[in-house]
Nanobody
Framework: QVQLVESGGGLVQPGGSLRLSCAAS????????MGWYRQAPGKQRELVAA???????NYADSVKGRFTVSRDYAKNTVYLQMNSLKPEDTAVYYC???????????????WGQGTQVTVSS
């Protein structure tokens, strides 16, 4: 009933920028946290950045000062602005949202399909 669709991935040179978007749709009553995770080849999935339903943000140490997470609450959308990209940022980036689908339900996590980000010269 809930779908998350990511967009904005692609190939970029080191030092370049990219902006990812993730839009949630479907049977949404409310959304708490929304955030971004990534998984590089042969590596563990890790949190990149997250934004709470009340404006708090959290970043991995490796991206602080380079990435910015933001939300459009009215559009159920989360963004990830990535600047000063490095080859080690190469990964599949996944969007996650903690969603309540109705008044009586507890929130649960939903995941997008992922979008590839490749940083290479």
């Amino acid at each position: 009933q809930v779908q998350l669709v990511e967009s904005g991935g692609g190939l970029v040179q080191p030092g370049g920028s990219l902006r990812l978007s993730c839009a949630a749709s479907g049977s949404i009553f409310s959304i708490n946290d929304m955030g971004w995770y990534r998984q590089a080849p042969g590596k563990q999935r890790e949190l990149v950045a997250a934004a709470s339903g009340v404006g708090w943000t959290n970043y991995a140490d490796s991206v602080k000062g380079r990435f910015t997470v933001s939300r459009d609450y009215a559009k159920n959308t989360v963004y990830l602005q990535m600047n000063s990209l490095k080859p080690e940022d190469t990964a599949v980036y996944y969007c996650k949202a903690e969603v309540r689908t109705d008044w009586g339900s507890k929130s649960r996590d939903y995941w997008g399909q992922g979008t590839q980000v490749t940083v290479s010269s």
